[in-house]
């Protein structure tokens, strides 16, 4: 902006390219057409005059062409409103984002909007808050081809890195014949179960949970909430242990890794742990008796360390 005359142009850096998503790529068609449509918005609006703008656009407009889009940049300023914004009430919208790609066929986002109609008609009791208005849908972008191949080598090193890590040392126990898991207490990443078997009917129940760190740290975890009456409720595994206690039943535990998965990453932003649990506690119920169905709900806690708030 220059402050003598009150002008401002746009500014670009010396040696920048511009380059935009091409016109064949595979993108929904939305955001195709919005992307030459707010290039223009954009530069009229950052432009003070029209001959500024006829200035700067050369440049975008070379970019626009060599991406595939034949759009022509005209100079378009917002027209300036002395009426006051009208308050419109805010709505409280649902986002179905699906997975765009040009080889799929169906209109996915005209089947999800008629399924919507014929579940919640008008004289349902759920239609004020499962309609039309409430309900959106935004196509999402499908990984590139560069982000599957990054994603795809970076799996394969932290399996190698893990591997490496835990077969130097994987148990620290005193006694191996005392260790929980066999000689494998300090596996990280893990999906495990514990059996509890009382000794007077020799019934099982089985609850099964997840640790990002060392099994044993979650281990003495879970002993201390059996020992302590003050964390009984700490978790659905120690509410059964001390309802056993206070019956004074006798009971065995048996611990054992069921599998292994990645936790959360920023790359992917997914969390493989947290979806493998909640995979056995819905498609495995005999092996969780003891889990609550409200777990299925839990946030992931394993993304919280990656908050700006906690660096």
Known sequence: MDLSDGTYKPYMKPNNTLQYVHNQSNHPPSILKNIPENINIRLSNISSNEEIFNNAAPA???????????????????????????????????????????????????????????????????????NRNTIKISYSCMPNMHQIISGHNKSIQANLNVSSTDSSRPCNCRRKSACPIDGNCLTPSVIY???????????????????????KTRFNCHTSSFKNEKQRNATTLSQYIWSLKDKNI??????????????????????????????????????????????????????????????
Request: proline share 6%.
């Open 250 to 311: 006798n009971y065995s535990i048996a611990w054992r890794i069921i599998t292994r998965a990645k936790a959360y990453s920023p790359n992917t932003k997914r969390c493989n742990l947290c979806l493998t649990e909640k995979y056995y506690i819905i498609c495995k119920p005999l092996i969780s008796t003891l889990n609550n169905r409200n777990e299925l709900v839990s946030a992931c806690r394993h993304k919280k360390k990656y908050l700006l708030c906690n660096i």
């Open 60 to 130: 975008y407009q070379d970019a626009l062409s060599k991406s595939g889009y034949d759009y022509k940049l005209k100079y378009s300023p917002k027209p300036i409103n002395h009426q006051p914004d009208k308050r419109n009430r805010k709505r409280n919208i649902t986002w179905f984002n699906p997975p765009f790609s040009d080889t799929v066929e169906t209109n996915v986002g005209q089947k999800f909007l008629s399924l919507l109609d014929r579940c919640f008609p008008p004289e349902h009791q759920l239609h004020k808050i499962l």
């Open 193 to 215: 179960q514990a059996s509890v078997t009382r000794d007077d009917t020799q019934t099982k129940e089985s609850y099964v949970g997840l640790t990002e760190g060392p099994f």
